[in-house]
């Protein structure tokens, strides 16, 4: 199995892999999770349950309060904080949580490189936070690696 | 990035390490946004008080908390002033001004709480403890530049005063207060403001909870990052139809900037509000699409209720007018904690005109500077059946929450609250 890359821009450097979470509607923010553990608490979303924790989070930007950075930031206190993370729009929201986070951010794919439609819960993905690149390997291919 | 001789010498430490690390952290939001220069801002509104997500920082240290939550360092910066030019509030804290029994809190942590806000105040900060800012007169004009904490006031500066603003953050508005700085990204660009898709309402929208399920509506449908024109043949509309319209929209979306045909500065007629530019998508709203909005959040079921809520955004002086003038003369069911919440002043002016007394005469309460969702669990988790007159509060506790949620217009909640029961007749049907 040939690996699915994509290339986004990279803002915050670093390189990171791991298990893939994807949330397309994104994750709400003022209580959308439980920094303490991690797992999404927003009532709608597809996810609920879920832990963002050690996962490669993938999300169309942000949703909801204000109070979406501080959420994630609290996560991070707490050792709940995803592994790294791409956005398929930056929006200042997200932005200012990819700020504080400083985990490897990958950002703005083209619509033909939409990682919310390439990408699915379980796929492994490395994402590089300096060069913008996202290695994809689908989760039925993962176990034979 | 291209600096100001101001900025360059904030960035030298002339201005002081808060203020140097503002900036920095200001610079970095902005290379992540591919901003190439910033703004500066004159309105902030930031998030002061013993919030429990810093929970998660191991330190009573008011500083030190400070420091590493909503600076990103691992040091201790005191926070001793904010920018001169930017007039900065506090936003909702989470505890009453000065109840704290009634919401379940301790004396101890009220006073955290308290102290928190002192160190805030003596930095440059107005304590008001309010999500309706304007409220207190904190009005960014068109195209003033403003960074807040409450998602709906960004919306609402936007939208409804043509002022410039982002979403930000909790802790890019404290940078952005410190510094006077915000990225010149986004909604600060006059180019960017354009429409992007054309959302046409049939639905009939009028009363408050209409314009509150619109929001919901519209927003639920909107692609991350646009910006829609609201196209309808509104009724009445006021100033409050619209703050909660803006405040649920941004709810349930990143939406920041939403204009509305004939109404909003920046859109005369739909035309004016894409200026040119194309629409990305057009769709309708129906009277199904508000009762699917409503079915969404509304638990079936009838049950006893002993939480009954309004006031998210903070009640205006009319809004706890009409609720009192509704509830005078009715007592509320002895089982059931009913409150209003509102901003310290306008508590004042219900205290003046007669308004708390006719609510507490009923059994009711006026709370300010928080709301249930900021309280939190120790408050919440005594209770087994919630009633809001706002979407954003219902949708807030339910992520709190495994006990039923309900949802109504004002005087359905005042309703329930006599009755003590949440009733299927009481579910709002189009």
Redesign the interface.
């Known amino acids: 199995m040939e690996k699915i890359i994509i290339k986004g821009?990279g803002?915050?450097k670093g390189v990171a892999e791991g298990e893939a979470l994807v949330c397309p509607n994104?994750i709400?923010?003022?209580?959308?999770i439980d920094?303490?553990t991690g797992i999404i608490?927003?009532?709608?979303n597809i996810n609920k349950g879920k832990s963002i924790k050690d996962t490669i989070l993938v999300m169309?930007?942000?949703?909801?309060?204000?109070?979406?950075?501080?959420?994630f930031?609290?996560?991070r206190?707490?050792g709940s904080a995803p592994k790294g993370w791409i956005f398929?729009?930056?929006?200042?929201?997200s932005?200012?949580?990819?700020?504080?986070m400083?985990i490897p951010?990958v950002?703005?794919f083209d619509d033909s490189q939409n990682p919310c439609q390439l990408i699915e819960n379980g796929d492994w993905v490395k994402i590089d936070g300096d060069t913008g690149i996202v290695e994809i390997t689908k989760k039925q291919y993962k176990e034979k690696i | 990035m291209k600096l100001t001789p101001y900025e360059e010498s904030v960035l030298n430490g002339s201005h002081g390490r808060l203020v140097q690390v503002a900036l920095e952290?200001i610079i970095?939001?902005a290379?992540?946004?591919?901003a190439t220069e910033l703004c500066e801002v004159t309105k902030a509104t930031v998030?002061c008080g013993a919030?429990h997500?810093?929970n998660?920082?191991n330190t009573d240290n008011f500083h030190e908390l400070f420091t590493?939550?909503n600076l990103?360092k691992d040091e201790i910066i005191t926070f001793n002033q904010t920018y001169p030019n930017c007039y900065t509030q506090s936003c909702v804290s989470p505890c009453d001004q000065f109840s704290f029994d009634s919401l379940h809190q301790s004396k101890k942590y009220f006073d955290k709480n308290t102290s928190y806000l002192e160190e805030c105040r003596k930095a440059g900060v107005t304590i008001a403890g309010s999500c309706a800012p304007y409220l207190t007169g904190w009005l960014p004009v068109k195209g003033e530049h403003f960074v807040?904490?409450?998602?709906g006031v960004?919306a609402i500066g936007n939208s409804l005063w043509g002022a410039m603003g982002?979403?930000?953050?909790?802790?890019?508005?404290f940078w952005s207060s410190i510094c006077g700085r915000t990225?010149l990204?986004?909604n600060h660009i006059e180019e960017n403001r354009k429409a992007t898709h054309h959302v046409v309402v049939e639905a009939n929208i009028d009363h408050l909870i209409e314009w509150d399920l619109l929001g919901k509506a519209v927003g639920m449908k909107l692609p991350?990052?646009s910006i829609p024109v609201v196209d309808g043949h509104f009724k009445s509309v006021n100033f409050t139809k619209l703050a909660q319209f803006f405040t649920t929209i941004?709810?349930?979306?990143?939406c920041?900037l939403c204009h509305v045909s004939g109404i909003t500065p920046e859109a005369r007629d739909v035309s004016d509000a894409f200026k040119g530019s194309p629409t990305h998508g057009d769709w309708v709203v129906t009277n199904k699409d508000l009762q699917y909005a409503y079915d969404?959040m509304c638990d079936e079921g009838a049950q006893s209720v002993d939480f009954v809520s309004l006031g998210c955004p903070h009640y205006n002086i009319d809004l706890i007018k009409k609720a009192a003038e509704y509830v005078e003369g009715k007592k509320i069911n002895p089982n059931v904690h009913f409150m209003i919440w509102t901003v310290y002043p306008i508590k004042a002016m219900a205290d003046l005109n007669g308004y708390t007394r006719i609510i507490e005469e009923a059994g009711g309460k006026i709370y300010t500077s928080s709301c249930p969702?900021t309280v939190g669990n120790i408050f919440l988790d005594h209770y087994s059946g919630f009633v809001f007159d706002s979407y954003k509060q219902a949708?807030?506790v339910?992520?709190?929450t495994d006990k039923p949620v309900f949802y109504g217009d004002m005087k359905t909640c005042i309703d329930v609250a006599v009755s003590g029961r949440w009733e299927v007749e009481n579910r709002w049907k189009r």
């Open positions: 821009r803002v915050i994104s709400a923010g003022w209580g959308g920094p303490a608490k927003e009532p709608l169309s930007g942000s949703k909801g309060s204000n109070g979406w950075s501080c959420y930031g609290a996560a206190a707490a398929t729009n930056i929006d200042s929201s932005g200012v949580a990819s700020s504080i400083q951010t950002v703005n | 952290n970095r939001y290379d992540v946004l591919g998030f919030h997500y810093l998660f920082c590493k939550m990103g807040t904490t409450e998602s960004t982002n979403s930000d953050g909790i802790e890019a508005a990225p990204w986004g991350s990052s941004s709810m349930s979306s990143n920041e969404l969702t949708r807030s339910k992520s709190d």
